[in-house]
């Protein structure tokens, strides 16, 4: 089973929202706004079963919720990107623990071997 599209929609947008983002965060309230959008990351990668994304996503919380003012789209931006490797990472898991029948590239070497 592949990673959810609603998953990997959200790190995008997110990812996205932070490389368009200028400057350090402005206000208590543009912090809240990140957080509560992580938050949302979280509880999609914890529901989907996406255990690394979402402990990706709490420790980029974490760093955002104490880091001075001037330092959080710095750390934002860092932490997204440490939570699209995991993204892609438990991708890659779950391709790799697909079961030979269901391999085509793996079925394909096969056939032609068998021939």
Known sequence: MAIST???QLVEDLALRAVVAEGPCA???QLAEWVAALNR???TASRTNASEVAASAA???QAVRT????RVLS???SGIS???DALDGADQIRLNDRPPAQDPELLGDFVMESQ
Request: aromatic residues 0%; hydrophobic residues 30%; charged residues 35%.
């Open 6 to 8: 609603e998953l990997r």
């Open 27 to 29: 206000s208590e309230e």
């Open 41 to 43: 990351l979280q509880e």
């Open 59 to 61: 420790q980029v919380v």
């Open 67 to 70: 880091s001075p003012m001037d």
């Open 75 to 77: 750390e934002l931006q």
């Open 82 to 84: 440490r939570v699209q």
